[in-house]
């Protein structure tokens, strides 16, 4: 009987320390991942920003469950003295306790699945999808013509005579790229808009984002691409309409 | 395999055969195989056309193969079969000879077919290529303290990232199957040796002949496409790549033939009684690792040599221009690259179940879940690759079903936490070294394994792939917890190789450096990486300059942690308290034989009756 009570209160403890640690994980993924994370300039970045919030909120009793076991077994559980110690319990198992932990593990992961499923369908976020999309002929309000080569990135809007180093975007409309390189792999990736995609030699391959806020951002590559890899990066503004027609038209028909 | 060579000579004396092989050791290695790559360089720059594409990548190829044939003839590996095509076959004294008897440390630095003279050889090469990789991740470090240090140019950096990236990956997979699968397996399956001894001694040297190709990559330089070997960069590289993509080749053919000798070990030397739920869950995880990598390894062999046929003659497989495609070399890369990682995870996380059943003084918890939970890692890791290449444009509509295989991982994952946690779980917790590791390891493999689960989630991965994010996250797992895993069954299988317990107080303090530099340094990687830095970087700019700075710091912190290590391993080799043969009073056959182990093992094979977890059982 010693035993059942014994098994009670560690129950009891180890239920405690998890409640304290899922309360401490929690907090911290609701308020340092956003903080941590770059201003959201897109709707696909505000919801990466908020899966990343959910992920690590949904994670925190799971990370409480193992450091509290743990933090149990290094104190009160812990042999002091000296020489071996002596046997512990035979447990070899115990199904309840392991189908549990694996319905448990399951339905995290599969809540995981939907919200991430899900929000790869929907239609307001996520580059793979325009991807598929634009394969079928897309349907962007603005295109714009991504090419890369070491070590430098160019813009140029089809339709117009524009050619650029800067991204010029106007806010609030969809905007597809078309993305190649010249030479290596580069990784085209718009840091506070949440959408990458490689720039392959041979193949264009197409991400979208719906910029939702004026400002000037930054475009990273993200895969090695020989020496000045570290350099190669530009601006990223987005302007109203008018200031976007405007910018336009006042480029040069060469450069 | 009752027959013993032991009991045929008179006890003591010096076995009379050897032959060829007594002339022969690692420095007639070395000279036979600089000879051999000289020859090869000569020969192929004489008659190979000077003028064509691609001649000095077949030069650099066919030196790289004179190297390694040179190097396999003056260790004595092609011996026995040279003697066994001309009819004077080994004899039982040429055996005893090639088994080390009596030969005292030389044996060492020999072809020398004792598995537990290749456990020893592999816990060498493993911190080699572990100091070699640490080096070089303190060059990139150094280079990234502050903000446009240039500590060393741009050139220098991206071969510094390319090779710390490769010789660490071998290290790890090498870490714990490599010294301990030998060591230990063929005693705890209760066997005399591995089921293929001089195929044993293939694998050591094998893999001591892809070193100084690798490193030598790193003298030659210009290798700008990372450890992935990104094509079309890779193709365009210096020569430099044709050495790393060759040590590979050599590598691979060592895996390989380590791999089918342990699987054929564990399935055909087990003594009589050891059924196969008897098996320490720690051989159990060896094998399942072996089958993988006998999945895995083959797609590096193909990935490599596609690339250097490209180079050599003109092929066209990765090349754009030419019909190929770089999305070729990456699904051949990942098919090999994600099954690897669990090459190198499943026999660190079986060495610390071991580890934790005989500290916590209490039986594996759900001996099947742990088995289940391995092998059904080792069968999902080959149907996640592409999840390595969500955002490179590559068939976008599979993003969905890679997903699921990702995020399904986290489930057999999780379940060994399960048994981990549940074997500690009212047990008798006896902090000695080798504890400390496992803990360590339960602490850094959920941050690893966590954030793992955000990069298999796609909009996520749109933003962080290719960022510091995925360089601490890989951190965490391989740092964290392989080499945690590593760390902790060399601690605890230290004192049956020396007879010594590792000095306590030193293993402690590098524990604690270790520890500390890891959450230092990879936390704040993280921060770099949510905060938007690429990969890769040489230098950066001023917004990432606190989180690099505290980087560099928890990786110097991590370096001396190491050295202390390899201090304590040093000096506690011959100057150790000593520690009987059983110091940890397990029940595992490896702790039943004397220290030091004798040849082959067993005076009498045992009879088993039950498995090793007999904790608080009555006898």
Redesign the interface.
């Known amino acids: 009987m010693t035993n059942q009570n014994?098994?009670k209160k560690?129950h009891r403890d180890i239920f405690i320390v998890w409640a304290l640690l899922t309360v401490i994980g929690v907090l911290v993924g609701l308020y340092a991942?956003p903080w941590?994370?770059?201003k959201s300039a897109s709707h696909?970045?505000s919801?990466?920003i908020l899966?990343?919030v959910i992920?690590?909120v949904a994670?925190a009793p799971?990370?409480a469950l193992?450091?509290a076991?743990?933090l149990y077994?290094?104190t009160i559980?812990?042999?002091r003295g000296e020489g071996?110690?002596?046997?512990?319990?035979?447990?070899?198992?115990?199904g309840p306790?392991?189908v549990l932990?694996?319905v448990g593990?399951?339905v995290l992961?599969l809540f995981?699945?939907i919200?991430?499923?899900g929000?790869?369908g929907s239609d307001q976020?996520?580059?793979?999808?325009a991807?598929?999309e634009a394969?079928n002929g897309g349907s962007a309000e603005i295109t714009v013509d991504v090419t890369a080569q070491q070590w430098l990135w160019s813009f140029s809007y089809p339709g117009t005579h524009v050619k650029s180093l800067d991204l010029y975007l106007p806010v609030n409309k969809d905007v597809e790229f078309n993305?190649t390189s010249k030479?290596?792999?580069h990784?085209f990736?718009i840091?506070?808009m949440?959408?990458?995609?490689?720039a392959?030699?041979?193949?264009i391959?197409?991400?979208s984002v719906t910029p939702d806020k004026i400002g000037t951002y930054?475009i990273?590559?993200?895969?090695?691409?020989?020496?000045?890899?570290?350099?190669m990066m530009t601006k990223v503004h987005v302007v109203s309409e008018a200031d976007f027609q405007k910018w336009l038209a006042s480029q040069p028909t060469r450069i | 395999m009752t027959t013993t060579l032991e009991h045929l000579t008179p006890v003591g004396a010096d076995p009379a055969g050897g032959g060829l092989h007594r002339r022969l050791n690692f420095f007639t290695a070395l000279i036979f195989g600089g000879l051999s790559a000289f020859i090869a360089w000569a020969l192929s720059h004489h008659f190979l056309n000077s003028d064509g594409s691609g001649f000095s990548d077949q030069v650099t190829v066919l030196a790289s193969i004179g190297w390694v044939l040179g190097f396999e003839l003056g260790i004595g590996a092609l011996t026995p079969i040279g003697r066994w095509i001309i009819g004077k076959d080994q004899v039982r004294d040429d055996e005893l000879y090639l088994a080390g008897k009596n030969m005292g440390v030389r044996r060492h630095w020999k072809y020398c077919t004792d598995h537990k003279v290749v456990g020893v050889q592999y816990i060498v090469v493993t911190a080699i290529l572990l100091g070699a990789g640490g080096i070089l991740a303190m060059g990139i470090r150094t280079n990234l303290m502050t903000p446009g240090l240039h500590f060393v140019n741009?050139?220098v950096y991206?071969s510094f990232?390319s090779v710390h990236g490769m010789v660490m990956i071998l290290a790890l997979i090498v870490a714990v199957a490599g010294p301990w699968a030998n060591f230990v397996v063929p005693i705890m399956v209760g066997a005399r040796d591995m089921a293929f001894p001089r195929l044993n001694a293939l694998s050591l040297w094998t893999l001591v002949a892809a070193i100084p190709l690798l490193l030598g990559s790193l003298a030659i330089g210009g290798l700008?496409?990372?450890w992935v070997t990104?094509?079309?960069?890779s193709e365009?590289t210096g020569v430099g790549f044709d050495l790393f993509a060759m040590a590979i080749v050599t590598f691979t053919i060592s895996t390989t033939v380590a791999g089918i000798n342990t699987i054929c070990t564990v399935m055909t030397m087990r003594t009589k009684g050891m059924n196969l739920e008897r098996l320490p869950i720690f051989v159990w995880a060896s094998v399942v690792a072996a089958a993988l990598g006998l999945y895995a390894f083959p797609f590096f062999l193909v990935v490599m040599s596609l690339n250097l046929a490209d180079r050599m003659v003109g092929t066209s497989f990765f090349v754009?221009?030419q019909g190929g495609?770089?999305?070729l070399q990456e699904n051949l890369f990942w098919l090999m690259g994600h099954p690897e990682v669990y090459v190198i995870l499943i026999p660190a996380v079986g060495a610390l179940m071991e580890i934790t059943t005989v500290f916590?003084?209490?039986?594996?918890?759900?001996?099947?879940?742990a088995l289940g939970s391995m092998v059904s890692l080792a069968g999902l890791s080959a149907l996640v690759w592409a999840h390595h290449m969500?955002?490179?444009?590559w068939a976008?509509?599979l993003?969905?079903p890679f997903?699921?295989t990702t995020?399904?991982i986290?489930?057999p994952t999780?379940?060994m936490?399960?048994v981990i946690?549940?074997t500690?779980?009212?047990?008798?917790?006896?902090?000695r070294l080798p504890m400390y590791w496992v803990?360590g390891f339960?602490?850094n493999f959920?941050?690893g394994g966590?954030t793992g689960?955000?990069l298999?989630?796609?909009?996520?991965d749109?933003?962080m792939?290719?960022?510091m994010f995925v360089v601490a996250h890989f951190h965490y797992v391989f740092v964290g917890s392989v080499l945690f895993g590593a760390i902790g069954a060399l601690c605890f299988w230290y004192p049956k190789v020396t007879g010594r317990f590792l000095d306590e107080r030193l293993g402690k303090l590098s524990f604690w450096l270790v520890f500390v530099g890891v959450q230092v340094t990879f936390l704040s990687m993280f921060?770099s990486g949510?905060?938007?830095m690429?990969?890769?970087?040489?230098?950066?700019e001023m917004i990432f300059e606190h989180t690099n700075l505290i980087s560099t710091m928890g990786a110097y912190t991590i370096m001396a942690g190491m050295l202390v290590l390899l201090g304590a391993v040093i000096t506690s080799w011959t100057g150790g308290e000593p520690s009987g043969p059983n110091p940890?009073?397990s029940k595992t056959l490896e702790w039943l034989v004397p220290t030091p182990v004798p040849l082959e093992n067993f005076e009498v094979l045992p009879v088993i009756t039950s498995d090793p977890?007999?904790?608080?059982?009555a006898q």
């Open positions: 014994d098994n560690h991942t941590l994370m770059p696909t970045m919801m990466g899966t990343m992920f690590t994670a799971v990370a193992v450091y076991v743990c077994a290094l559980w812990r042999h071996v110690p002596a046997d512990g319990p035979a447990i070899r198992g115990n306790a392991t932990w694996l593990s399951t992961t995981l699945l919200w991430g499923l929000l790869l976020s996520a580059g793979a999808k991807s598929i394969a993305v030479d290596v792999v990784g990736w840091v506070q949440g959408i990458k995609v490689n392959n030699p041979g193949v391959t197409t991400t930054t990273r590559c993200t895969e090695i691409c020989g020496l000045d890899h570290a350099f | 741009q050139q991206n990232l700008d496409m990372g990104q094509a079309p960069i365009q754009a221009s495609t770089g999305w916590a003084r209490k039986p594996l918890f759900s001996y099947r879940t969500f955002t490179t444009g976008p509509s993003g969905g997903m699921v995020e399904m986290s489930i999780g379940l936490f399960l946690l549940g500690l779980w009212r047990g008798n917790i006896w902090m803990f339960l602490f959920i941050i966590v689960i955000y298999s989630d796609i909009p996520v749109n933003q792939h290719g960022t921060v949510l905060r938007g690429s990969r890769r970087y040489s230098s950066y940890w009073k977890y007999t904790y608080g059982e």
